[in-house]
Structure formats: C-alpha cells, structure tokens
C-alpha cells in the first residue's frame, strides 16, 4: 500500500511538471490544481464508485481507476481540444461514457450546447448524474446506441458484469467471457442537429458503419475526433479507407495511436487510433 502510494504521488509530480508546458484551452494553473486533485484522488481512493470534487465540477464515478485514467486523457492531456469558431458550439458526444469528455466541452466552452450519447444504461446512470449534479441546462443526454443502420436495438456486448466498456463487436474482447444487453439504437443522422461544431465518438468498434450511415451531412461537421478500431491484417474495413472518407468530405486528418510501436507487430491484432479531422478556414 505505501509503495503504491509512493509511487502515485511520484507520478503525481511528473503530471504536474508536464502540465506546466501544456498546450490547450486550460491554463497552466487549472492544469496544475488538476494534476495535484487527480493524485490526491488516487492515493485516497478506495474501490467502488463514488463522487468527488473537482473543482469545478462534482464527478460521479462508478469505478475509481477508469476515472483516474480517464480524467487524465480528458484534463490533462486535453486530447478532445479542438478550436471553435464561437464561445457557443454544437458538440455531439457520441460514446458520452459517464460524461467526462462533456464535462471538459463545458468547462472550455461554457455556453457550448451538447448531446451526450451513451448506450450502456450502467454508464449513462453516471453520466445523467454528472449533468444533474452540475447543472448543465445545455447537455441534453440519450441513452441509445447509434447505428448505421435501421435497427431499433442492438447487443451490447461486455467483458465482464458490470463492465462500463462495451461494445457491438465481440472480437474487441478477444477470448474474454462475455455476456450481452440489448439496448435501444438509433441512426446517428436522426440525431445530428443541422449544423455541428464537433462530432467526437468512441463508440468501440462501430464508427465505420456510423460515418458511412452520415456521409451525406459530413459538410454539416465541422470538426471529428473519432477513436477508431481496426485490425490491421483484415476483417474489419480498414483505416485508411476510413481516412479517405473523412478526406473526401473535406477534412484535413492527423492521427494519434493508441497503440505503441511494437517491432513484433501482430497483423490479426485489434488496433486503436484517435482520428482528428478539421476544415481548412
């Protein structure tokens, strides 16, 4: 236990030192205070879910180390920054999870409005609470999984009871044990507002077939950040046919990889890429 602490409170420090020459829509102080609550969080957490304080925020959590993870992606390391072209834009948020993503467009953008999509009701339990308990009157949520085609439910596939990851496609789990929810589904372009300034998704696996479904609206987009997975040897379509869709809808495209260099590269192995795509001004 003293290790573990030690050694959180290590890379506490590390944290705060790179906010310091962070880049983004936070200043280097909220970059900092986030940094030290984040490893003060870490040493003081217990298992299970639960709330803390943030400030400004009050974060509703149902597992303590995916938060840690994943409020240091979304505060720290800002990896949904995007520029916006007014201080009220259009974001849909599709793969909302419990609603950090959202939290961070509210905090750049205050008067920003967004729809948060989350498809696992487990998750979105925590999502409409962290909209609630924060009092965005401008974060309209939807519990429903968006498709690229007409089906009015779909299976939502876990790893695990009570996983908050899931997925539509049962290969991203590998030879885990898993079991299956349906939910309710919707076309994401029966969703889409007539104008959007960022469409962000990390909905694990299905965003090929979500994109192909709104190819007619991407000239209503602005922005994309879309956590794509794909198997480099085959099977699923692959990136740089995603790419070229983005591509000849006008998007300029950078790619930041989940997955780090690996000499001993696996072509049946499932891959991960966050894919930022903007408009040339």
């Not at 779909?154 to 079991?179: C, N, P, Q, W, Y």
């Amino acid at each position: 236990m003293l290790k573990s602490a030690v050694f959180t409170l290590i890379e506490g420090v590390a944290r705060t030192a790179r906010a310091s020459y962070h880049n983004g829509h936070l200043t280097r102080s909220q970059e900092r205070a986030f940094a030290r609550a984040l490893t003060r969080f870490q040493i003081g957490s217990k298992t299970g879910g639960g709330k803390v304080r943030i400030d400004p925020f009050l974060f509703n959590y149902p597992d303590p180390k995916a938060f840690a993870y994943n409020f240091g992606e979304v505060f720290l390391e800002e990896e949904y920054f995007f520029k916006a072209d007014s201080d009220s834009p259009v974001i849909v948020d599709c793969g909302a999870n419990i609603g950090l993503a959202t939290m961070y467009f509210k905090l750049a953008f205050p008067k920003a409005h967004v729809i948060a999509i989350e498809a696992n009701p487990a998750t979105f339990k925590a999502l409409s609470a962290n909209v609630a308990d924060n009092k965005f009157n401008d974060v309209e949520t939807l519990n429903v999984a968006v498709t690229g085609g007409d089906e009015t439910e779909v299976a939502l596939i876990f790893a695990e009871a009570g996983d908050l990851r899931s997925t539509r496609m049962k290969e991203l789990h590998g030879k885990s044990e898993t079991t299956e929810i349906l939910v309710p589904a919707k076309r994401l372009s029966s969703i889409l507002p007539e104008s959007v300034d960022l469409l962000k998704m990390d909905i694990e696996g299905s965003e090929h077939d979500v994109i192909d479904e709104i190819a007619p609206r991407l000239g209503q987009i602005k922005n994309v950040i879309i956590e794509y997975h794909y198997a480099a040897g085959g099977g699923r379509r692959s990136l740089g046919e995603f790419i070229t869709l983005l591509e000849n809808a006008g998007f300029i495209c950078r790619i930041k990889s989940a997955n780090p260099a690996d000499v001993n590269f696996d072509p049946t192995a499932n891959y991960v890429a966050t894919i930022y795509g903007n408009r040339p001004s």
